[in-house]
Nanobody, 119 residues
Framework: QVQLVESGGGLVQAGDSLRLSCAAS????????MGWFRQAPGKERELVAQ????????YYPNSVKGRFTLSRDNAKNTVYLQMNSLKPEDTAVYYC????????????WGRGTQVTVSS
């Protein structure tokens, strides 16, 4: 079992930056692939960043590529999502998630943190 707790959301203006953190606890959490998803009202949840257990393999969709950076500190069991040049369309609830080496889908979820970007 892995527990995930997000922090760092808030209200910012377009063009600002924000850093989200996700603290993981539980057995072998350092071996998990970590991801950040977001869900805006009326829209489906989408993956916005993913990082492998070694901190090297990353994935970003085109909508955030070049603006968002995901990193991890396995010594602290924490991942960080740095979001730069924020846009109003980035407004959503952001969820931290994890999946183990043998999982094809994300199975652990945090409760989410609200990010609101005003124009």
């Amino acid at each position: 079992q892995v527990q995930l707790v997000e922090s760092g959301g808030g209200l910012v203006q377009a063009g600002d930056s924000l850093r989200l953190s996700c603290a993981a606890s539980g057995r072998a959490s350092g071996t998990y692939t970590m991801g950040w998803f977001r869900q805006a009202p009326g829209k489906e949840r989408e993956l916005v960043a993913q990082i492998g257990w070694n901190g090297v393999t990353t994935y970003y969709p085109n909508s955030v590529k070049g603006r968002f950076t995901l990193s991890r500190d396995n010594a602290k069991n924490t991942v960080y999502l740095q979001m730069n040049s924020l846009k109003p369309e980035d407004t959503a609830v952001y969820y931290c998630s994890a999946k183990g080496p043998t999982n094809s889908a994300y199975i652990y979820w945090g409760r989410g943190t609200q990010v609101t970007v005003s124009s």
